[in-house]
């Protein structure tokens, strides 16, 4: 049996893939989306919702603010469920050399743009009076903003279905083929052009990709209003999110409309089970610990996992499949996938329709990890 033919086919229907589902109808394309389990699952469901600009490089900040910037056009069309806030994030420092990372990130981010505020010791307990007195300050950069990223994933489907889109759900894609896709239950979708947005299973469809599942936990508590009121992440989260090291955990906070608290994050190779590490999750709750002595008086209601698909550099895989020029990826975003899925969503539209991207694509293209290979 074979189902409509598309002009676009968009595999995972993840933040990512619904992002790109929603880009490619509203330009008119014909666009199929097939999911393995429910729309916003997966890496989505596991991520902390975090739309930051980050600098780890220049690519990175790229792509990050190009799509911070879509978010912040897109946020009043957001329904109320997506929970959009603009709180802000705090970088907080633990001792004087990081304030020193402070004084260099802030200009970073003033030079291309970016509102950022430097806050002492004093201002910085002021602002976020649950954290231990003492630290040395931190940077605040305002434009960053939090959703709760599920919701946020089944709003961009359903503004694909409302241009036309048809989600198929749920549906295993077994196989690539030259005239489209081959389903679990023996069944085929033809299309045109093929996007893999299925985060670390990707690699089931491409082996030869150089994308690594890398475990996360996280924990939300009970409703506390105004316990904090910014994301706050340590400094020393950039050693961890962006290192190669077995595992590592950092402190990293987010205030919930709802009034609950996000607690992360870790971050774990090599592992292959979804249940609870309770060891790795006592070392991340004693890292908070660390920066919020009141955060043992809060009552957790879950703690769950999820695994992000991470490149060894750190930037997504966005863009044709070298050999096949109508296969194109959009993973490896690891944690960044939430912030960066509009700008993603747009250099793939882009780059679909052969036209010039908005920020340059080369960075991001598979071809650098995928020399040679082919599905």
């Known amino acids: 049996m074979k189902l409509p033919v598309y002009e676009v086919l968009i595999i995972g229907a993840g933040i990512v893939g619904a992002a790109c589902a929603a880009a490619c109808a509203r330009e008119g394309l014909e666009v199929g989306i097939v999911e393995a389990d429910i729309v916003g699952g997966g890496a989505t469901a596991a991520g902390m919702g975090h739309l930051v ?25 957001l329904p109320a469920d997506v929970e959009y806030d603009g709180c802000g994030t705090i970088w907080v420092a633990s001792d004087a050399d990081e304030m020193s990372a402070v004084v260099q990130k802030k200009q970073f981010y ?14 910085l307990h002021e602002v976020e009076q649950s954290l231990r007195e003492g630290l040395p300050g931190g940077l605040l950069v305002p434009e960053d903003a939090v959703i709760y990223a599920p919701c946020a994933a089944r709003f961009l489907v359903e503004q694909a279905q409302s241009r036309g889109a048809q989600l198929h759900c749920p549906r295993v894609v077994t196989e690539i083929a030259p005239d489209g896709v081959r389903l679990n239950d023996g069944s085929s979708i033809v299309a045109q052009s093929i996007v893999v947005a299925a985060g670390t299973w990707s690699t089931r469809l491409f082996p ?33 999110a962006h290192s190669f ?3 590592s955990v950092a402190f990293n906070i987010q205030p919930r409309k709802t009034g609950q608290m996000l607690l992360g994050s870790s971050r774990q190779f090599d592992k292959d089970s979804s249940e609870v590490d309770h060891p790795m999750l006592a070392r991340m709750i004693s890292r908070a610990e660390e ?3 009141n955060l043992s008086r809060l009552s957790a209601i879950r703690t769950w ?16 499949v070298p050999g096949h020029e109508n296969l194109f990826l959009a993973t490896g975003h690891e944690g960044l996938g939430i912030t960066t899925s509009l700008g993603t969503a747009e250099l793939l539209l882009n780059q679909l329709l052969r036209r010039e991207t908005e920020i340059p694509a080369a960075p991001y293209l598979p071809g650098r990890v995928y020399e040679g290979v082919h599905a």
């Not at 600009?53 to 069309?77: G, H, I, K, P």
């Open 291 to 293: 920066f919020i002595p």
């Open 110 to 123: 003033e030079s291309r743009g970016v509102p950022a505020q430097i806050l002492d010791s004093h201002q």
């Open 305 to 320: 996992t999820g695994f992000r698909a991470a490149t060894p550099d750190k930037l997504p895989l966005v863009g044709p």
């Open 208 to 240: 030869g990709i150089d994308v690594r599942p890398r475990k996360g936990h996280l924990l939300i508590t009970d409703r506390y209003p105004g316990f904090v009121r910014h994301q706050l992440v340590e400094l020393g989260y950039l050693k961890s």
């Open 53 to 77: 600009v980050m600098d780890d490089s220049e690519a990175q900040f790229a792509l990050t603010r190009y799509s911070q910037t879509l978010w912040r056009r897109l946020s009043e069309q």
């Open 245 to 247: 090291i077995s595992e």
